[in-house]
T-cell receptor, first 118, second 114 residues
Framework: GAVVSQHPSWVICKSGTSVKIECRSL??????MFWYRQFPKQSLMLMAT?????????EQGVEKDKFLINHASLTLSTLTVTSAHPEDSSFYIC??????????????FGPGTRLTVL | LAKTTQPISMDSYEGQEVNITCSHN???????ITWYQQFPSQGPRFIIQ???TKVTNEVASLFIPADRKSSTLSLPRVSLSDTAVYYC???????????????FGTGTRLQVTL
């Protein structure tokens, strides 16, 4: 139980294009989803928190117009990197919480998406 | 958010027991302690979670003293496949009804060799 998937697992795009990453909770309903970014050899950095049906809350320093987050249902959240640039190249990881076996507010993580912007 | 402190790295031989200690001096009354494992280019994997005393599951044990200002993750008889980064986090909180943010520290890089 408590499985979270991400799609795509990796993506390469040209500078200036937009990329959408999907995060799905497969066997539970996620009232809250989180988006993290991780650079090589570094820890995870929280980008934003999204609750189903409401606007995402972004961490300080994260541009909300660049990183669009939509949490339209209890099993799906999307992160769109708009006008991507090489410095946006990173490993993006989502987590989902709510309703999973065990504690209802434990975060379960997806496998991550490797974004490379040329 | 409570800050955690862990050793940056640890080395172990295969078959040994590994104990990773985490300090969280300003843990709040409502906070749980959660440990995750992360392999390169993968998302963190939930290992164990506890509030006080001892918790054991099929992969690890978690020891939490009475003052809850630290915790120790115990991995019995590690194998090469346990080589990973282990993160200690304080959170989520009890009875909040919603998920609370987690702040990842540097983690402990465990290297297991033959």
């Amino acid at each position: 139980g408590a499985v979270v998937s991400q799609h795509p697992s990796w993506v390469i795009c040209k500078s200036g294009t937009s990329v959408k990453i999907e995060c799905r909770s497969l066997d539970f309903q996620a009232t809250t989803m989180f988006w993290y970014r991780q650079f090589p050899k570094q820890s995870l950095m929280l980008m934003a928190t999204s609750n189903e049906g409401s606007k995402a809350t972004y961490e300080q320093g994260v541009e909300k117009d660049k990183f669009l987050i939509n949490h339209a249902s209890l099993t799906l959240s999307t992160l769109t990197v708009t006008s991507a640039h090489p410095e946006d190249s990173s490993f993006y990881i989502c987590s989902a919480s709510g309703g999973a076996p065990g504690r209802t507010d434990t975060q379960y993580f997806g496998p991550g998406t490797r974004l490379t912007v040329l | 958010l409570a800050k955690t402190t862990q050793p940056i790295s640890m080395d172990s031989y295969e078959g040994q027991e590994v104990n990773i200690t985490c300090s969280h001096n300003n843990i709040a009354t409502n906070d749980y302690i959660t440990w995750y494992q992360q392999f390169p280019s993968q998302g963190p994997r939930f290992i164990i979670q506890g509030y006080k005393t001892k918790v054991t599951n099929e992969v690890a044990s978690l020891f939490i003293p009475a003052d809850r200002k630290s915790s120790t993750l115990s991995l019995p008889r590690v194998s090469l496949s346990d080589t990973a980064v282990y993160y200690c986090l304080v959170g989520p909180s009890l009875n909040t009804g919603t998920a609370s943010k987690l702040t990842f520290g540097t983690g402990t890089r465990l290297q297991v060799t033959l």
